[in-house]
């Protein structure tokens, strides 16, 4: 992975972003155009609306787009609303509620590991009616990711193995769990679920993942912006 262009970024100073009841706003508003948007990108993926029916909301999209003006984010850039590494991430396409691919999963710390809970859509889908396998492996790479975090070891995935059991049902609560099972050195060893809220004990998908810690001069360079 080469490190972002760092002559190209932004930097804002802790100075510039938004605290309190500001952030908590800016936040809000986030949260809601995300909604939003996952409501336009269910539609999209359901309308058998004709074809004059798609261009005519393809112009009213266009025209939306161009609404959101004036400075954009560029790569590598940390958003002002969000806490990196370990806190809210308003854009992640897995936790995200900013972002239209995002069911978005609710993570929640449990005693012996970490949980997530969402619903996912036809948008999701792989076979008819069933979750996509890769997105499957989206969902546990990021909660194996968090329950790394949560062990006080911030890394990233170098491997992810998946065994899909049984297909995972799309418009059904799911719960994803992941747990450390193991550190050796900078490594750390994780394993993970995927089973319905219904019946969480049967586990519809596995996976082991070795994370790895990066060295301090490593995470300089892959993320310049980290504070
Ligand atoms: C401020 C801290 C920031 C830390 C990171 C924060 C992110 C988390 C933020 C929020 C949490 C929620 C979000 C989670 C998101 C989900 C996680 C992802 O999707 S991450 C993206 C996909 N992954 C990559 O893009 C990695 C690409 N790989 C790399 O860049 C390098 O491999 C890196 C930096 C991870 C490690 O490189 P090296 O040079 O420091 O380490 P080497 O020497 O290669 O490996 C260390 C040990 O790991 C073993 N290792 C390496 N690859 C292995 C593999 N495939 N299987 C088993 N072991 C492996 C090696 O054999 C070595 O072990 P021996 O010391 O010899 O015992």
């Not at 004709?50 to 161009?66: F, I, K, M, N, S």
């Not at 970490?114 to 997105?135: D, N």
Request: glycine share 10%; net charge negative.
């Amino acid at each position: 992975m080469s490190a972002p262009p760092t002559e190209l970024m932004t930097t804002h100073t802790e100075a510039t972003r938004p605290r309190g009841e500001e952030l908590d706003h800016q936040r809000r508003a986030i949260t809601a155009l995300g909604h939003e948007m996952r409501a336009l990108v269910d539609a999209t993926v359901r309308t058998a609306a004709p074809a004059e029916v798609l261009h005519r909301v393809t112009d009213g999209v266009r025209r939306l787009t161009g609404q959101l003006t004036g400075r954009r984010r560029v790569r590598g850039e940390i958003p002002d609303v969000d806490e990196f590494p370990g806190g809210a991430r308003m854009y992640s396409p897995v936790t995200g509620p900013g972002s239209p691919l995002a069911p978005p999963m609710q993570v929640t710390p449990e005693d012996d590991g970490i949980v997530g809970r969402c619903t996912l859509g036809i948008a999701h889908e792989g076979p008819p009616g069933y979750v996509h396998g890769g997105m499957s492996a989206m969902l546990l790479d990021e909660l194996m990711g968090w329950a790394c975090y949560r062990a006080g070891t911030p890394a990233m995935t170098v491997s992810l193995q998946m065994r899909y059991h049984r297909p995972v049902p799309v418009e059904t609560p799911l719960r994803v769990f992941a747990h450390v099972t193991g550190t050796e050195d900078r490594k750390i060893f994780v394993a993970g679920s995927i089973g319905t809220d219904e019946d969480p004990s049967i586990a519809l998908v596995t996976a082991d993942g070795v994370f790895v810690s990066p060295d301090p001069a490593r995470t300089r360079t892959l993320f310049p912006n980290t504070p």
